[in-house]
C-alpha cells in the first residue's frame, strides 16, 4: 500500500473520485426531482426512462471520442469540461419548465457524464499496479453512489424549501465550484497531454474495435450491459415507485435512495480490497450479480407497513449489490486491454454500459404502463441480473485464458 502511494496516485485518485462524484450526482438528480418536474412538463413520471435514455445515449457517444481527447488536452481537462456541461444541464433544466428543454439539459448532462469513466481509467491505470487496479478503480467508483447519496440527501429539503427549479440551480454550484479548484492539480496530472495529438472520429471505430476483437473484453461487455441494464431501471425508478404505487413521502424515498447509494461506498471498497487479490474479479461479479437479482425481488415486495428498518436493510442489500460492480467491471476492462489501449477499452466498454442504462429505464418503464405493472417489471429486471451472473461464472475461464496469453505473449 505504501509503494502505491507514492506515486502520483495519491493526487490522482482524490481527483477522480471527486469529479466522480459531483459529475454523476448531476446525472441523478433527474431521478429525485422527476415526480414534481413531470408535473411542471405536463408529462407522466415514467417519462424519467426517456430523459435517462437521452442522456446516456449522448454519454456513449462521447465517450467513444474521448480517448483523443484525453490524449490531447489532458484528463483533468477534459473532466473540468464534463462538469462544466453537467451544471450547464442543471441550469438549463431549472430555468426553463420545458420537456423539450429538458431533453436538451438530458444531453449536456450525458455529455459530462460520458468522459467521466474513460478519463478515470486513462489516468488511474498509468499510476497504479495491475494488482492493485481493482481496489484503486472501486475506490473512484465510490464516486458513482456518492453523488447518488448527495443528489438525494440535498434535493428532497430544497425542493421542500423552494422548489424543483431552486433546488437545481443550488445543486449546479458544487460542480462549478470544483472545476475552478481541479486546475490547482492540472499541471501535475495533466503532464502526458499531447498538445499536438490529433483529435479524429476514427476514435468511435477504434474504441469498439477493441472489444469486440476480444472474446474476453466482449464477454465482459455483454455482461456488463446486462447489470446496468438492471441497475438504472431500478435507480431511475426507485423514488417513483415509493412514492407514486405506495404514497410515500418524497423526503423518505430520497431517504430510501441516498441509503442505496451510501452502503454502495464501503461495499465497493471492500469489493475492490478482495477482487483479485483473494477471488477472481470475474467471479466476484457473477456472485454480486446474483446477489442484485435477490435484492430486487425483495424490494418488489415492499409494503407501507414494513418498518423503516426493513426498508433500510433491502435498500442496504440493493446498494452492495446494484451499485457494486461498475469499479470492478471497468478494471476488467483495463486489465484486459491490449497495451496502450486502456482509454479505448473504457470508451468502447463504457459504450456497452452506457447501452444497457439507455435501454433499462425505457423498457421498465414501458413494462409498469404497458406491461403489468411495477411488480412484473422488477421481476423481469431480477431475471435479467440473474443471466449476468450466471453468464460471468460460466465465462470465468476466458479471463484467466486472456491473461496467460497476454503474459506470454
Known amino acids: 500500500m505504501r509503494d502505491l502511494f507514492n506515486t502520483k496516485i495519491r493526487i490522482a485518485l482524490p481527483a477522480m473520485l471527486t469529479i466522480q462524484s459531483f459529475g454523476t450526482m448531476c446525472s441523478f438528480a433527474g431521478a429525485i426531482v422527476a415526480v414534481e418536474a413531470s408535473a411542471s412538463f405536463g408529462v407522466k413520471s415514467s417519462n424519467i426512462g426517456l430523459f435517462t435514455a437521452v442522456l446516456y445515449i449522448a454519454g456513449m457517444l462521447v465517450g467513444l471520442s474521448t480517448g483523443s481527447l484525453l490524449a490531447r488536452y489532458g484528463v483533468i481537462r477534459v473532466s473540468q469540461f464534463s462538469l462544466m456541461s ?8 431549472g430555468s426553463i419548465a ?8 438530458a444531453v449536456l448532462l450525458g455529455i459530462g457524464t460520458g468522459t467521466l469513466n474513460p478519463a478515470g481509467s486513462r489516468i488511474l491505470a498509468r499510476h497504479s499496479p495491475p494488482i492493485w487496479q481493482p481496489f484503486v478503480f472501486s475506490v473512484k467508483q465510490t464516486g458513482t453512489p456518492m453523488g447518488g447519496m448527495l443528489a438525494g440527501l440535498l434535493l428532497p429539503p430544497l425542493m421542500a424549501l423552494y422548489d424543483w427549479r431552486i433546488a437545481l440551480l443550488i445543486l449546479a454550484i458544487i460542480p462549478i465550484l470544483t472545476l475552478f479548484g481541479l486546475q490547482t492539480v492540472r499541471n501535475q496530472l495533466d503532464d502526458d497531454r499531447d498538445p499536438n495529438a490529433p483529435i479524429s472520429l476514427s476514435g468511435f471505430a477504434d474504441s469498439l474495435r477493441v472489444i469486440v476483437t476480444s472474446k474476453p473484453l466482449m464477454t465482459l461487455a455483454v455482461a456488463g450491459f446486462l447489470c446496468t441494464f438492471t441497475q438504472m431501471s431500478l435507480l431511475s425508478f426507485t423514488v417513483i415507485y415509493l412514492v407514486e404505487a405506495h404514497g410515500q413521502s418524497t423526503e423518505l424515498a430520497g431517504g430510501v435512495f441516498a441509503i442505496i447509494h451510501g452502503s454502495a461506498i464501503p461495499a465497493r471498497i471492500a469489493w475492490g480490497a478482495i477482487a483479485g487479490r483473494f477471488i477472481s474479479s470475474w467471479i466476484l461479479l457473477g456472485l454480486i ?16 407497513d414494513w418498518p423503516f428498518w426493513v426498508t433500510a436493510l433491502v435498500a442496504i442489500l440493493l446498494g452492495v449489490s446494484t451499485n457494486g460492480v461498475l469499479g470492478l467491471i471497468l478494471s476488467e476492462f483495463a486489465r484486459l486491454a491490449p497495451p496502450n489501449k486502456v482509454g479505448e477499452a473504457a470508451g468502447g466498454g463504457q459504450f456497452f454500459l452506457f ?20 411488480d ?23 479471463s484467466r485464458v486472456s491473461v496467460e496469453v497476454r503474459r506470454t505473449g
Open 86 to 93: 453537467g451544471a450547464l444541464g442543471l441550469v438549463l433544466a
Open 98 to 105: 420545458s420537456w423539450p428543454v429538458a431533453l436538451v439539459a
Open 289 to 304: 450479480a446474483l446477489l442484485m437479482s435477490a435484492g430486487i425481488f425483495a424490494l418488489s415486495a415492499f409494503s407501507s
Open 355 to 374: 447501452f444497457g442504462i439507455v435501454s433499462g429505464p425505457p423498457v421498465f418503464g414501458s413494462i409498469v404502463e404497458f406491461g403489468g405493472g411495477y
Open 376 to 398: 412484473i417489471a422488477f421481476y423481469t429486471i431480477a431475471a435479467v441480473s440473474f443471466a449476468a451472473g450466471v453468464y460471468l461464472l460460466l465465462t470465468v475461464q476466458r
